[in-house]
């Protein structure tokens, strides 16, 4: 992932939902469940003990997500 700029889309029905191919999921709490904004990578099992988070703001969290994802 180091080379690669990684582009957030929008989910067209949920306003609080965005993703990223590779990546995984960024949600908020009115998405997804309280606390803040989660990350939900997708290289992780999609359960809720790997959901990463709460974060307090979008932003936080997509730094979060693409700063692991270059790790992978």
Excluded at 36 to 59: M, S
Aim: net charge negative; hydrophobic share 45%; no cysteine.
């Amino acid at each position: 992932m180091t080379d690669k700029s990684i582009i957030w889309e929008q989910d067209g029905i949920d306003s609080g939902w965005f993703f990223a191919k590779d990546v995984g999921s960024v949600q908020s709490n009115v998405s997804y469940r309280s606390g803040g904004w989660w990350f939900l990578a997708q290289w992780l099992p999609d359960t809720e003990e790997h959901d990463i988070g709460p974060f307090k703001t979008k932003v936080a969290a997509i730094a979060e997500a693409e700063r692991l994802a270059a790790l992978q």
